[in-house]
């Protein structure tokens, strides 16, 4: 089991950035997918951005494509999402997940299901 700790959220202004990172716990970090997710109040949980175990395979929502970046390091079991040109709509509690453990699974594009999510982090883009 991999446990998550969300850090990075802060208050910023529209158009600017922030880096948001989940640290993993646990020797087998490395051969997780992960995501990122967010939930704005009175709206459903929104997957971002996942990434497979060696990073071959990357999923963007449409609403931040070419904004958000998602990148690993293994080596110090960390994800992290760059988030360029912020929007006050970008403003919600993120979420970092474990999905699957499978690399082979993952390699053929399967990352999912998500758990194990961690404590969040709020981000806020004031226009």
């Known amino acids: 089991q991999v446990q998550l700790v969300e850090s990075g959220g802060g208050l910023v202004q529209a158009g600017g950035s922030l880096r948001l990172s989940c640290a993993g716990s646990?020797?087998?970090?490395?051969?997780?997918?992960i995501g990122w997710f967010r939930q704005a109040p009175g709206k459903e949980r929104e997957k971002v951005a996942t990434?497979?175990?060696?990073?071959?395979?990357?999923y963007y929502a449409d609403s931040v494509k070419g904004r958000f970046a998602i990148s690993r390091d293994n080596a110090k079991n960390t994800v992290y999402l760059q988030m360029n040109t912020l929007k006050p709509e970008d403003t919600a509690v993120y979420y970092c997940?474990?999905?699957?453990?499978?690399?082979?699974?993952?390699?053929?594009?399967?990352?999912?299901?998500?758990?194990?999510w961690g404590q969040g982090t709020q981000v806020t883009v004031s226009s």
């Open positions: 997940s474990a999905g699957s453990p499978s690399t082979a699974a993952q390699n053929m594009g399967v990352m999912g299901p998500f758990g194990s």
């Open positions: 646990g020797r087998t970090f490395s051969s997780y997918a």
């Open positions: 990434i497979t175990w060696n990073g071959g395979r990357i």
